[in-house]
Nanobody
Framework: QVQLVESGGGLVQPGGSLKLSCAASGFTFRSLAMSWYRQAPGRERELVASITGAGDSTVYVDSMKGRLTISRDNTKNTLYLQMNSLKPEDTAVFYC???????????WGQGTQVTVSA
């Protein structure tokens, strides 16, 4: 059974930092690319960062480029997202995501709320 469990969200002041984690189970974690998405109130869910299974290539959304670092620990089956210089407009629920090609479907975690406010 595939499970993705995010943690690490919270309330942070503008300019602050947070590190999100996503604990994965039920599939061969090291073999698959993983992604972080976010969904702000009233907006569609959008991709913010992706990383290959080996962790040797990453992609970031332009609006957060330079402020994000996606990483993974394949020995712990855990995905991370380090976010720095956070802005109020970064407020959103952040989700981790994986596509299982042999099932032909995406899996999502339950999300973790990030609120950037003074």
């Amino acid at each position: 059974q595939v499970q993705l469990v995010e943690s690490g969200g919270g309330l942070v002041q503008p300019g602050g930092s947070l590190k999100l984690s996503c604990a994965a189970s039920g599939f061969t974690f090291r073999s698959l690319a993983m992604s972080w998405y976010r969904q702000a109130p009233g907006r569609e869910r959008e991709l913010v960062a992706s990383i290959t299974g080996a962790g040797d290539s990453t992609v970031y959304v332009d609006s957060m480029k330079g402020r994000l670092t996606i990483s993974r620990d394949n020995t712990k089956n855990t995905l991370y997202l380090q976010m720095n210089s956070l802005k109020p407009e970064d407020t959103a629920v952040f989700y981790c995501n994986v596509f299982l090609p042999f099932q032909g479907r995406y899996y999502w975690g339950q999300g973790t709320q990030v609120t950037v406010s003074a």
